[in-house]
T-cell receptor, first 109, second 113 residues
């Protein structure tokens, strides 16, 4: 079983809609969780980090963490074509990052 | 320029050859990481370093060697390259992965023929 699982997509949403990206992890002791965005041919960039149960909002992005269900999600409100990218979920365990394989998001104008 | 750089950006080598990928950061971050990215696998940690002269294995360390004699440099060596090591390699750095962002370099695309 992989440490971090994501649906590979592609997830297609119309412009202005809410995009919902999901991630599950296997190590119940994981403490820190991250969402990265990666454009094709580019390096990953951090969008959100979340450390405690609940929601964390930053602009159009909301990260949600449920440690009991070992589940992390990212909501993107008012999706824009520029949000089209691959979104990587990452979990930190004792200085080691484990990444999911990423979900490709397509936002259609 | 400040930031994190990788060299070379592209490399083609033959099976069995030794290859070294370079990573340099100007922030004096304590932590540095090497990842490989393959289709369908996302990013996988090869090795990381918490400080100069301190390194530890990640998820996929076999076939790779690292060293960190200076804080700013973290070279990754493939001792005897194999076709399965064809990948995009990313270096990253962070002041502290628990509380701070991890910054990625631009990547090195390595092809082993």
């Amino acid at each position: 079983q992989k440490e971090v699982e994501q649906n590979s997509g592609p997830l297609s949403v119309p412009e202005g809609a809410i995009a919902s990206l999901n991630c599950t992890y296997s190590d119940r002791g994981s403490q820190s969780f991250f969402w990265y965005r990666q454009y094709s041919g580019k390096s990953p960039e951090l969008i959100m980090s979340i450390y405690s149960n609940g929601d964390k909002e930053d602009g159009r992005f909301t990260a949600q963490l449920n440690k009991a269900s070992q589940y992390v999600s990212l909501l993107i409100r008012d999706s824009q074509p520029s949000d089209s990218a691959t979104y990587l979920c990452a979990v930190l365990n004792f200085n080691k990052f484990y990444f999911g394989s990423g979900t490709k998001l397509n936002v259609k104008p | 320029d400040a930031g994190i750089t990788q060299s070379p950006r592209y490399k083609i080598t033959e099976t069995g050859r030794q290859v070294t990928l370079m990573c340099h950061q100007t922030w004096s971050h304590s932590y540095m990481f090497w990842y490989r990215q393959d289709l369908g696998h996302g990013l996988r940690l090869i090795y990381y370093s918490a400080a100069a002269d301190i390194t530890d294995k990640g998820e996929v360390p076999d076939g790779y060697v690292v060293s960190r004699s200076k804080t700013e440099n973290f070279p990754l060596t493939l001792e005897s390259a194999t076709r399965s090591q064809t990948s995009v390699y990313f270096c990253a750095s962070s002041p502290d992965p628990e509380g701070y962002e991890q910054y990625f370099g631009p990547g090195t695309r390595l092809t082993v023929t």
